[in-house]
């Protein structure tokens, strides 16, 4: 056998090979770039992994409040209507949707304060007056949902007992006005930057 068809000794395959491995770790040693899952690391195009979580809990706890809220208000919007309406004065019997309007325009205004106080009070925004106009326009349409289905009953069914009524307003007309306000204030509403 002659030199060229020996094998080479892995000493001698790796010499011309070493010099290169130098460079690269000099230019980029593994101590400045942090591991995956080691403190300091960034992932890229990720969102850090407790982001989710927490922005699942603030959710929750954005919702509990929310409907706490809305729960008393409610309260307000049906004792008041069927006060206005049923009561033992029966103030505007007779005139179902003018109750009804009295009595969602009263909670509303509860609803305002208790949101803008407690549920949403760290994404109020600077602009008060805007706020509470979007807030209001939010409330206008789920009073308007309210009263197209207590409409719908009186005017297109024919249906005019207190039961009908509760039912088409705090039934139907509550949650589909509910779930709209919901998305509304939380995307429209109280948008200003959260704060500790």
Do not use: K
């Amino acid at each position: 056998m002659n030199d060229e068809q020996r094998p080479r000794g892995s000493a001698a395959a790796l010499e011309p090979a070493a010099p290169a491995l130098e460079s690269v770790a000099l230019a980029d040693p593994p101590a400045s770039r942090p591991q995956p899952g080691t403190p300091g690391h960034v992932n890229e195009g990720a969102a850090p992994a407790s982001s989710l979580p927490q922005r699942a809990l603030a959710w929750t706890r954005e919702f509990i409040q929310f409907g706490l809220v809305g729960a008393t208000a409610f309260i307000v919007d049906m004792g008041l209507f069927n006060l206005l309406q049923h009561g033992p004065l029966g103030v505007l019997a007779g005139h179902p949707n003018a109750a009804q309007f009295i009595a969602a325009a009263t909670a509303t205004l509860y609803s305002w304060i208790a949101n803008r106080l407690w549920t949403y009070r760290g994404r109020t925004q600077d602009n008060a007056t805007r706020e509470a106009i979007l807030f209001f326009v939010a409330n206008i349409c789920g009073i308007a949902i309210s009263q197209f289905c207590l409409l719908f009953t009186h005017d297109i069914l024919g249906l005019t007992s207190a039961l009908a009524d509760n039912i088409a307003v705090y039934v139907v007309g509550f949650v589909l006005g509910t779930a709209f306000r919901f998305f509304f204030y939380h995307y429209v509403v109280f948008t200003g930057r959260t704060r500790a």
